[in-house]
């Protein structure tokens, strides 16, 4: 069965540093999402992505974000100096179309330092 | 502000009996529903979507909608030990061209063999 993948599973960096999470959504869909969950708190929307061009984007979802489609199967979201409250787990999720079930990836866990 | 409500549990069923999960919502435009499980440390697996009033059954889940009271439930038949997570319910508000899921808190639930 298809799935979402996403890499590294763990990624630890020092503040002010660039990371780049990556994802490969499943093939045949069209929409795609990057949700954020701190410890022991809720799943929060980032932003969605569709037609190569952002669709919505949380408050959260600031000018130290980007998200990048950079070639036919990647999905990056780039945090581009990263704090001590970026420290979550970032999930990739994609869906078929903008109406249909999204699914989750196994997560990122991001830990700054 | 659009909002989904569960109670955080911890709630304890014993193996084989039935596990009854509670959701209420903000918005009484909102079209669609989703139920996720997640293990501890583990992404959010899709279980169940609904989106008109009624019950929907797959297995030993069903998912229940109730628009005009703005709530949604899950109930899980002949629990098992495995069914021992976090369950999530989420919410796409409809709003244009909005395809974002507001979370729940998720209630935990333990089944106890």
């Known amino acids: 069965e298809p799935e979402v993948t996403q890499t590294p599973s763990h990624q630890v960096t020092q503040m002010g540093q660039e990371v780049i999470l990556r994802c490969v959504p499943i093939?045949?869909?069209?929409?795609f999402y990057w949700y954020r969950q701190i410890l022991g708190q809720k799943v929060e929307f980032l932003v969605s992505f569709y037609n190569n061009e952002i669709s919505e984007k949380s408050e959260i979802f600031d000018d130290q974000f980007s998200v990048e489609r950079p070639d036919g199967s990647n999905f990056t979201l780039k945090i581009r100096s990263t704090k001590l409250e970026d420290s979550a787990m970032y999930f990739c999720?994609?869906?078929?179309?903008?109406?249909?079930?999204?699914?989750f990836g196994p997560g990122t866990r991001l830990t700054v330092l | 502000q659009k909002e989904v409500e569960q109670n955080s549990g911890p709630l304890s069923v014993p193996e084989g009996a039935i596990a009854s999960l509670n959701c209420t919502y903000s918005?009484?435009?909102?079209?669609?529903f989703f139920w996720y499980r997640q293990y501890s440390g583990k992404s959010p697996e899709l279980i169940m979507s609904?989106?008109?009033?009624g019950d929907k059954e797959d297995g030993r889940f069903t998912a229940q909608l109730n628009k005009a009271s703005q709530y949604v439930s899950l109930l899980i038949r002949d629990s098992q030990p495995s069914d021992s997570a976090t369950y999530l319910c989420?919410?796409?508000?409809?709003?244009?061209?909005?395809?974002?899921?507001?979370f729940g808190s998720g209630t935990q639930l333990t089944v106890l063999p």
């Open positions: 999720a994609s869906s078929v179309t903008g109406d249909n079930e999204q699914f």
């Open positions: 093939s045949n869909h069209l929409y």
């Open positions: 918005d009484r435009v909102s079209q669609s």
């Open positions: 989420a919410v796409r508000f409809s709003s244009g061209s909005a395809r974002q899921l507001t």
């Open positions: 609904i989106y008109s009033n």
